[in-house]
T-cell receptor
């Protein structure tokens, strides 16, 4: 069983919809990361968080340490949000190694 | 600030041939990571360097893969000989150090082994 699980695996939404991607983890962590990967592109860090909530533009990330769960929300989704969103966790005793989920492929239809 | 650079972006080789990938991390970043990402999966760590020393290479198939970071800056990952199952995107990332930092990823090298 993977230490980091994401759901859903695939998601299709209409432009303007509110989107939620979920991440659950089973290990102790120092931080959780949300990453974005466009087709054929590299990976971009969206958020690094260890508690509470962060917001950047239309993106919001939350984490509940007690429940070992994080969510990434996209408000007013747009076709350019179409990408794979990857959840990863850092564990403090492993030299900043990331443990990755398998990603959520998001397609936003105009 | 320049990002993580990788080359080549794409490579097609036949099985049993050899291939090398190059990575130049963000200036000042002590920690460098090589990942293998197979289509539909999350990245898998192959090797992690701190300056010019290896922190973790437990998942590196050492019979065919090798990597070095001789001067603690840029790094090379080599596969010799390649197998069909090595077809993947090879990602390089760097971070400031071994504490909890963001990792910055390069654009990746897409390898196809035929």
């Amino acid at each position: 069983k993977n230490e980091v699980e994401q759901s859903p695996q695939n998601l299709t939404a209409q432009e303007g919809e509110f989107i939620t991607i979920n991440c659950s983890y089973s290990v102790g962590i120092s931080a959780l990361h949300w990453l974005q990967q466009h087709p054929g592109g590299g990976i971009v860090s969206l958020f690094m968080l260890s508690s509470g909530k962060k917001k950047h533009g239309r993106l919001i990330a939350t984490i509940n340490i007690q429940e070992k769960h994080s969510s990434l929300h996209i408000t007013a989704s747009h076709p350019r949000d179409s990408a794979v969103y990857i959840c990863a966790v850092s564990r403090g005793n492993t030299g900043n190694q990331f443990y990755f989920g398998t990603g959520t492929s998001l397609t936003v239809i105009p | 600030e320049a990002g993580v650079a990788q080359s080549p972006r794409y490579k097609i080789i036949e099985k049993r041939q050899s291939v090398a990938f190059w990575c130049n991390p963000i200036s000042g970043h002590a920690t460098l990571y090589w990942y293998q990402q197979i289509l539909g999966q999350g990245p898998k760590l192959l090797i992690q360097f701190q300056n010019n020393g290896v922190v973790d290479d437990s998942q590196l198939p050492k019979d065919r893969f090798s990597a070095e970071r001789l001067k603690g800056v840029d790094s090379t990952l080599k596969i010799q000989p390649a197998k069909l199952e090595d077809s993947a995107v090879y990602l390089c990332a760097s971070s400031l150090g071994l504490d909890v930092y963001e990792q910055y990823f390069g654009p990746g090298t897409r390898l196809t082994v035929t």
